[in-house]
């Protein structure tokens, strides 16, 4: 038997029989890592700005996967950060005094 039939037939039990879906393992799986980081960073929000700072700076790290989360990444920032541009008028030049 391959490792995908195997893997089918994994998965096949966990829906069927254990009624798990997809969505309640990354549920799951989500709740574990907020309270990982919570455990890792607590309440100091600055060290993990810091880390992922380094990790934005380090690039690729060779790992392919890198660039998506490093593009889902600015995408959930800049959907919370607002920009406002307004057209501000230029302070006059100071007229030099000539004696």
């Given at each position: ?55 934005l700076r ?42």
């Amino acid at each position: 038997m391959s490792s995908s039939e195997k893997y089918r037939m994994f998965r096949q039990y966990m829906t069927n029989e254990l009624s798990i879906s997809r969505e309640d393992i990354e549920m799951w799986v989500r709740e574990v890592a907020e309270q990982e980081i919570k455990k890792i960073f607590g309440s100091n929000p600055s060290l993990m700005e810091n880390c992922i700072l380094r990790l934005l700076r380090q690039g690729s790290c060779g790992y392919p996967e890198w660039r998506e989360i490093e593009s889902d990444i600015v995408r959930k920032l800049s959907n919370r950060i607002a920009i406002t541009v307004r057209n501000c008028p230029l302070p006059e030049p100071a007229e030099s005094q000539e004696d």
